[in-house]
């Protein structure tokens, strides 16, 4: 027996994120660090936003991004 109406199926694509949280082990500044694998990434490599310490590098896939979530009790500058 076969059904007879076909039912559309709306799927929501749910791009899977994997959070962590990384420090900068210069400056004690931490972040949240979030990759996508739905989206494409580029290569390159994040620094540190108050310090400019290297803090990973990009092989290009999967999309990262970090955000600034505490800032460090010494400011430099
Ligand atoms: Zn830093």
């Known amino acids: 027996m076969l059904h007879?109406?076909?039912m559309p199926r709306s799927r929501?694509?749910?791009?899977r994120m994997l959070k962590s949280d990384v420090q900068c082990p210069r400056c004690e500044a931490?972040?949240?660090r979030?990759?996508?694998?739905?989206l494409p990434g580029r290569p390159g490599e994040f620094r540190c936003l108050v310090c400019n310490e290297v803090l990973?590098?990009?092989?290009?896939?999967?999309?990262?991004a970090?955000?600034?979530t505490v800032q460090p009790e010494?400011?430099?500058?």
Do not use: D
């Open 12 to 15: 929501r694509i749910l791009s």
């Open 30 to 32: 931490g972040y949240r």
């Open 66 to 68: 970090h955000r600034l």
């Open 34 to 38: 979030i990759e996508v694998e739905s």
């Open 4 to 6: 007879g109406a076909k």
């Open 56 to 64: 990973e590098r990009y092989s290009g896939t999967p999309y990262v």
């Open 74 to 77: 010494k400011m430099f500058g």
